[in-house]
């Protein structure tokens, strides 16, 4: 599923993919720890990609998601 448009704004905590084959974490999964928007624009995220201590940007269109979401207390 791609991302491109307000209404499928991925939610907070949902696991994502980079499919960004250009992208040094292409393949690689994380988690959805912030949302850049502002009023009706969406511009990227902040993912947490698994295994790292800290989020990395991207673009909705670099980002798929799995279907899989955490619960909000393994972040915080």
């Known amino acids: 599923m791609r991302i491109n448009q307000m209404a499928e704004t991925i939610g907070f905590f949902q696991e994502v993919e980079i499919c960004n084959a ?3 974490h ?3 999964r994380g ?3 912030g ?3 502002e009023g009706e624009r ?3 995220y902040a993912v947490l990609i698994h295994g790292m201590k800290t989020t990395t940007y ?3 269109t670099d ?4 279907g899989t979401e955490f619960p909000r207390e393994q972040f915080y």
């Open 35 to 37: 949302i850049s928007e």
């Open 22 to 24: 250009d992208h040094e």
């Open 58 to 60: 991207f673009e909705p």
């Open 63 to 66: 980002l798929a998601v799995t």
């Open 31 to 33: 988690v959805i720890l």
């Open 26 to 28: 292409y393949g690689k």
């Open 42 to 44: 969406l511009f990227g």
